[in-house]
């Protein structure tokens, strides 16, 4: 069963490869689990609370609805 720890990394490998809005997150890591990983609940709510989570560690930028990496330091 995927856990926020596994979507949060799906979503920072996803941001690596540059900036996305929350449907292409969403897309890429539906696919990135596969049908292998059984889901609990609503993925697009798991995908925005670990969105959510990394804008706050400030690891992700959200400009305007599109997600990227923070720049390093």
């Known amino acids: ?4 720890t596994q ?5 920072v ?3 690596a490869r540059g900036e996305k ?4 997150l969403i897309v890429a ?5 596969g049908r292998s990983e059984k889901i609990k609940g609503d993925l697009s709510q798991m995908v ?3 969105l959510r989570q990394l804008v706050a560690s400030q690891a992700v ?3 305007d609805g599109l997600y990227s990496l923070s720049p390093p330091r």
């Open 1 to 4: 069963m995927a856990d926020s």
């Open 13 to 15: 490998d996803q941001l």
């Open 7 to 11: 979507i949060s990394s799906l979503i």
């Open 48 to 50: 925005k609370s670990a």
């Open 29 to 33: 890591v539906r696919k990135a689990l």
């Open 61 to 63: 930028v959200d400009v």
């Open 21 to 24: 809005g929350m449907l292409s």
